[in-house]
């Protein structure tokens, strides 16, 4: 029995339909003189061929799965602004790196600077929950936006109330977003510790265990198809990094086994000097218990006010170094 190849699913289905049809009629005449080659356990073992393959069909899935990304090229990436898309898109190699990667971009619309190489989804950033309704009642996000990520930090941008109620605002906006059929990203930022438990998190890597003790990562995690956790505020010290990022990722899992998770990084972070190696050694540190990375290349403004400088040769450096040497973590500092 020739089973028909998978060119056209329409014409696949209606065959394997009309060979799964001749065999029932054939099976109530098995054993009254059928030819051997059709016996009743030939005829069973051929129609569970045939219900098998259209089963597969319908599901929408082919016989043969392609081969999965390995290593450092399997991770997915978030980058901010079309300034930021064009100075990677602009870079061969770097570009090259996210050939068929999944590349999440913040630019509220599609701009020609990306490649129609990468695996790009389309977002749109809000850092309050009321400009976020606003927007979507209105309906003017671009039609190319795909999903939209919610960012809410103890800052001015982000309203009193959201910033004392984050897991409420978080469950909010992601009903939101789903109800006009985006996908939603929380990423709460970890300042949050000082708006919801003052005077806890002094030092410097104190605010990290007040996070995990809010559950901050589990509250994002809850309703949201990805998260992003963070901490490149702790990319300068790989032990803390790894750490953090390791415990935050089992919390959002222990609340939703299905959500994704992103880590922060930054050339900049909070205005501080770090090095490609730096971010190289908190990649090597972190990436076991993530699926990608938002990596953050600010410019000095009112959104990052201490940055001094717009560093992308940091994370082309970056870029490079994973597609050369993949997870291998430089040597750390004497």
Not at 138 to 151: F, T
Request: glycine share 8%; proline share 7%.
């Amino acid at each position: 029995m020739t089973v028909p190849k998978w060119t056209s699913t329409g014409r696949c289905e209606a065959a394997i339909t009309r060979q799964l049809r001749r065999l029932v009629e054939t099976s109530g005449k098995a054993g009254e003189g059928t030819p051997a080659p059709w016996s009743k356990t030939s005829l069973f073992a051929h129609s569970a061929i045939l219900l098998a393959a259209l089963l597969s069909l319908v599901a929408g899935r082919a016989p043969a799965k392609p081969a999965e990304k390995a290593g450092a090229e399997s991770l997915a990436w978030l980058f901010a602004g079309p300034g930021v898309v064009a100075e990677i898109a602009a870079d061969a190699q770097a570009a090259r790196f996210l050939v068929g990667t999944e590349v999440f971009v913040m630019t509220g619309r599609a701009v020609s600077t990306i490649p129609p190489s990468w695996n790009v989804t389309i977002c749109a950033s809000f850092k309050s929950y009321a400009d976020l309704k606003r927007r979507l009642d209105a309906g003017d996000l671009d039609p190319s936006v795909r999903a939209v990520l919610y960012d809410p930090e103890g800052w001015r941008f982000t309203p009193p109330d959201e910033q004392h109620t984050p897991a409420r605002h978080m469950k909010m906006a992601a009903d939101l977003a789903h109800a006009h059929g985006l996908l939603f990203i929380a990423a709460p930022a970890v300042n949050l510790v000082e708006i919801l438990a003052p005077g806890e998190s002094r030092g410097p890597f104190r605010r990290y265990e007040t996070y995990l003790r809010l559950n901050l990562a589990a509250d994002a995690a809850r309703y949201a198809d990805v998260i992003d956790i963070q901490a490149q505020g702790a990319e300068a010290d790989a032990q803390i990094y790894g750490d953090f990022v390791r415990r935050a990722a089992a919390q959002a899992r222990a609340a939703n086994p299905k959500v994704r998770i992103f880590a922060g990084l930054s050339t900049q972070p909070g205005g501080r000097d770090v090095s490609a190696a730096d971010v190289l050694r908190a990649i090597a540190a972190s990436h076991a218990h993530v699926d990608g990375y938002w990596f953050n290349i600010p410019r000095p403004g009112e959104l990052c006010p201490g940055c001094t400088g717009f560093r992308p040769e940091i994370a082309l450096e970056t870029l490079h170094r994973l597609q050369e040497r993949g997870f291998e973590a430089p040597p750390s500092p004497r």
